[in-house]
């Protein structure tokens, strides 16, 4: 299984992104999901970056939530429309380059028709969708891990498929190359100089929230946690509800969680997903309906 990449956009399914990269990382390595390519030197070609990025994955996930297709610009433009939109210059990369693109539907999404796509994006309806729901989201995903352990038939990016292994040009080396460095792990390992972990940051406490909808509104909320390795418990306190955080979890600096809480005798489930930076987390919470910015900051005891 080679490297996957994560294509999502951020007011339409960043908490299923959170999540599912958390997954992904616990199951596959934390070095071999990529996502978020926002981080851009000055000067450097975003589309360039993102092709060669794409380009070096086996396996790029295209999270199609409710708004994926309707999301527009500040000028009221349709994104998916614009040439240079991200979401969409990721698609036609990995699909341009052979990358399997694997479309997967959340939040009671439907897949596009290619009428409904740029042209470049047209061969995406072609694509097996996987669905992962609120209320299945483990089994779902266990779903998905198991689909993409199976090798993609036909796939070689060497140029070697049919020949017999001890054939291909460089195994030799390899196999050497290989003992050479489990012979060294082997060593390394034995002093344990790197065998300790980091510890997660430390979250305990409570926390005031700063939210902001999607169309500029705010309102404040708080965040009550406890904090147990990289298990987190607690509860979230908004504006016209309490609810538990359910599934806490802390993957080095990225902390998910998601809620229940009833309101007009229905429950509504509430992802969230951020970065711990120090004394402020910075989140993307989603509900069924909107999506919001989040910034935490620790209170002082």
Not at 31 to 48: M, R, T, Y
Not at 192 to 208: A, L, M
Request: proline letters at 5%.
């Amino acid at each position: 299984m080679g490297p996957i990449f994560i294509s999502y956009r951020r007011e339409d399914a960043a908490a299923y992104a959170g999540r599912l990269y958390d997954r992904l990382s616990a199951e596959f390595g934390a070095d071999q999901v990529f996502i978020d390519i926002d981080k851009l030197e000055p000067g450097q070609n975003f589309a360039e970056v993102i092709r060669e990025q794409v380009g070096r994955c086996e396996t790029l996930i295209a999270l199609i939530g409710p708004r994926w297709l309707s999301s527009v610009n500040s000028a009221g433009e349709p994104r998916l429309q614009d040439p240079q939109d991200f979401v969409r210059l990721e698609i036609a990369a990995a699909l341009a380059r052979d990358v399997r693109v694997v479309p997967v539907l959340v939040g009671d999404a439907t897949m596009p028709s290619a009428g409904e796509l740029p042209p470049d994006l047209a061969d995406l309806p072609l694509r097996h969708a996987h669905e992962i729901r609120h209320s299945h989201f483990h089994n779902d995903t266990s779903d998905l891990i198991e689909a993409l352990q199976v090798s993609r038939p036909g796939r070689n990016r060497s140029g070697s498929a049919g020949k017999p292994l001890w054939r291909r040009r460089g195994f030799t080396w390899l196999a050497l190359v290989s003992v050479f460095l489990l012979a060294l792990l082997a060593l390394v390992w034995a002093g344990n100089p790197f065998g300790k972990t980091e510890n997660p940051p430390e979250i305990s406490g409570r926390w005031s929230v700063a939210a902001t909808t999607s169309n500029g509104q705010t309102f404040k909320m708080a965040f009550n946690f406890r904090q147990t390795g990289d298990k987190v418990f607690g509860k979230v306190v908004f504006p016209v509800a309490t609810a538990g955080v359910l599934d806490g979890t802390i993957t080095g600096s990225r902390l998910s969680f998601h809620t229940w809480h009833q309101l007009d005798e229905q429950k509504h489930r509430t992802e969230f997903v951020g970065e711990i930076k120090d004394q402020v987390i910075e989140m993307d919470m989603q509900t069924e309906q909107d999506f919001y910015k989040l910034v935490a900051r620790r209170e002082q005891e």
